[in-house]
């Protein structure tokens, strides 16, 4: 019995210590895991003294869960993305954000942030985005900045920012685009700006700088736009600045000089002195090029599981690898069970996502629903399939820099995604208005890129496709951008300014948007032409089927001539948003019968649908009821005929169209035409008035 007794109190003793232990190992994780929810907690009141905006940041939350408003982690459950633009933040940009060692975004643009630029930011060498743009920022900028060797977006643009552009910019080797343009900058632009290699965009317009335009930017070889305007700059423009064509932009600088360029006057000899130094601003705090350390000490890629610093982390190993001896097996089965777990959570939550809107200023609650538009990183890392610097198969260089869009014209054309432009939304994109610089109006499409085809190189070859389909009624598309940051890609289309042929079905009597006669019979020819252009197999595109026609495709141009939209977008979709799209087709009776047998899609599934819109064109009516279509195969006009022409039509051609409304809609797909019979046939429906 005693030895019983004995035995029990043993093992109650065993059990105690092996419980102690898993609560010491669990604290430890726990201590860890908190450095980065302090950050957040004291980011969190200097952002949003309030607490209007960020009340889903709680000190009891896991900022990994989802729950944050704003942030993203990455695979190893680290903060990665804080994403706030746009939220009517009032604060400063705390300096407690450095505390966040692995990450890669911070999008703090389009509030109303004021105060100087933390120091202390310049500690996120993981940091590839900086937007702080479009706030109320003030002072100078850090000059430790230089040290951040991963930035390659750095916007701080439209503030009102003070003193000298610091040379140690010149260290950014990754940098790709410099916005300071807007803000209260003087002193003269670094020539250590010239030894950014990936630059591309150099913006510095309206500021106050002065002196001579360093003659090494011209030797940037990825520079595209370089814009100077609206400051005080004087003295000879390099000739070799002629390369950039238009995106060298120098107006409103009157004391600028050169041969190359038709609107400057010719230099002076003073002007023209090679003895005469090139400004070399000196740094914020006095700091030149020559105190940048030749190598910086930087930490480990955040990649790996620990980005904390060594000391502490040396510290930390030493006790978990105690406790680890004693309890390995039994808490790698415990943490591998839970990280299985917080893992298919994250996936759940990205998903959870795709349905709805994930840019600026849209759709509040979307927020409230997940952690932020950079959740997805379940993705190849970095998705940016249009990356600069890598070879993107299948699309030619002249298309790449005549249909290729940046993310800050993007923003700049849409007012940062205002709701005053935004002209629709589905389940997978927003579509904005938008004015670009050379002031021509477009319709920019945002798709998050949940909703696009997983592998990129599925995804590339559908945006080659979409850039190979040119005609005149299909919608134009002037560009693209893949955006890594927001996680979205843009498609930039040609604007209708008369919206889509949806809105003239309906409409009641006496409406102004009635179409008349000779319209609705024009309409139905561009439609026809349309999509015969895309069912054709021609040297420079494939045959394509566009999946998805019905009259909210269907765009009007200033001259009412129709254009269709969405051609070949499918190509970039993924599957399962592909066929979210067949609950809105079915229901408004454009989706073929023989869908539900086959599930495949084909020209004459295309063919039926356009059969139900020459219907709808004819009635005026979105839906077309059975007994409509009956009085059709009667030619019984006063029974199916929109009411509101008044009897001002065609008969001979209502006859035709009504025939060939029939043909396309039959139940089987063997009777009804092709789109290049149709085409020929409703060639010969012009009208006569």
Aim: a neutral charge.
């Amino acid at each position: 019995m005693e030895s019983g007794s004995t035995r029990r109190r043993m093992g109650g003793c065993a059990t105690f210590l092996y419980v102690l232990v898993l609560f010491s190992f669990a604290g430890l994780q726990l201590v860890y895991g908190n450095v980065e929810l302090r950050a957040l907690m004291e980011m969190k009141v200097v952002l949003d003294p309030e607490d209007r905006f960020l009340s889903s940041w709680t000190s009891d939350g896991d900022p990994c869960s989802g729950s944050f408003a704003g942030v993203a982690c990455n695979e190893h459950g680290k903060v990665a993305n804080i994403s706030l633009q746009g939220k009517g933040l009032s604060g400063q940009v705390p300096s407690a954000v450095a505390g966040l060692k692995c990450l890669s975004g911070l999008y703090l643009h389009y509030n109303s942030l004021s105060g100087d630029i933390p120091r202390e930011i310049s500690n996120l060498t993981e940091l590839t985005d900086l937007y702080l743009n479009v706030n109320n920022l003030s002072g100078s900028i850090p000059s430790e900045i230089g040290n951040m060797a991963s930035l390659q977006v750095m916007q701080l643009c439209y503030n009102q920012l003070t003193g000298s552009i610091p040379t140690q910019l010149g260290s950014l080797k990754k940098l790709s685009v410099l916005a300071l343009q807007v803000n209260r900058l003087t002193g003269a632009i670094p020539a250590s700006l010239g030894d950014l290699q990936s630059l591309t965009r150099l913006d510095l317009s309206f500021n106050r700088l002065f002196g001579s335009i360093p003659a090494k930017l011209a030797d940037v070889p990825q520079l595209e736009v370089l814009d100077v305007r609206n400051n005080t700059l004087s003295g000879s423009v390099s000739p070799a600045l002629k390369k950039l064509n238009g995106g060298f932009q120098y107006g409103n600088n009157s004391d600028l000089c050169g041969v190359a360029f038709s609107s400057l006057k010719a230099c002076t000899a003073d002007q023209l002195n090679p003895n005469r130094p090139e400004p070399f601003a000196s740094g914020t705090n006095g700091i030149t090029t020559k105190d940048i350390p030749q190598s910086a000490n930087f930490r480990v890629h955040c990649n790996q599981s620990d980005c904390s610093n060594p000391s502490r982390s040396s510290g930390v190993a030493l006790v978990i690898g105690v406790v680890g001896i004693t309890v390995a097996l039994t808490v790698t089965g415990i943490l591998t069970f839970s990280w299985y777990r917080r893992r298919k959570q994250k996936i759940g939550s990205a998903f959870d996502t795709s349905d709805s809107r994930l840019s600026t200023d849209q759709v509040k609650e979307v927020y409230r629903k997940s952690s932020s538009p950079f959740i997805s990183l379940e993705y190849s890392n970095g998705w940016d399939p249009l990356a600069d610097g890598r070879n993107v198969s299948g699309f030619s260089e002249e298309i790449l820099r005549s249909l290729r869009f940046n993310l800050e014209e993007v923003e700049s054309a849409t007012q940062h995604f205002s709701d005053v432009n935004l002209l629709g939304k589905s389940n997978f994109s927003s579509v904005y208005k938008g004015i670009l610089r050379d002031g021509s109006v477009v319709a920019i499409k945002s798709i998050n890129k949940t909703s696009c085809k997983i592998e990129e190189a599925d995804f590339l070859k559908g945006l080659n496709m979409l850039t190979s389909l040119r005609h005149k009624n299909l919608v134009g598309l002037r560009g693209f951008c893949c955006s890594r940051g927001r996680g979205e890609c843009f498609l930039i289309y040609e604007f209708a300014p008369n919206g889509n042929l949806l809105q003239y079905l309906d409409m009641k009597d006496g409406n102004s948007k009635v179409l008349e006669w000779s319209t609705r019979v024009s309409i139905i020819n561009g439609i026809a032409e349309g999509i015969e252009y895309l069912h054709s197999n021609k040297p420079t595109k494939p045959a394509v089927v566009h999946q998805n026609i019905a009259a909210e495709k269907v765009l009007i141009d200033q001259r009412f001539k129709p254009l269709l939209s969405d051609s070949g977008l499918h190509k970039l979709l993924a599957d399962d948003i592909v066929f979210s799209a067949l609950k809105a087709s079915a229901a408004m009776g454009y989706l073929a019968p023989e869908y539900t047998t086959t599930g495949r899609f084909t020209e004459k599934s295309d063919v039926y649908a356009f059969g139900v819109i020459v219907f709808q064109i004819l009635s005026g009516r979105r839906k077309i009821t059975q007994s409509m279509r009956i009085g059709a195969e009667s030619f019984r006009f006063d029974e199916f005929m929109d009411k509101n022409l008044d009897g001002k039509f065609s008969e001979a051609e209502a006859v035709k169209l009504t025939r060939i409304a029939l043909a396309c809609t039959h139940e089987s797909p063997n009777h009804r035409p092709n789109m290049e019979t149709l085409v020929q046939e409703l060639s010969k429906c012009s009208s006569s008035s």
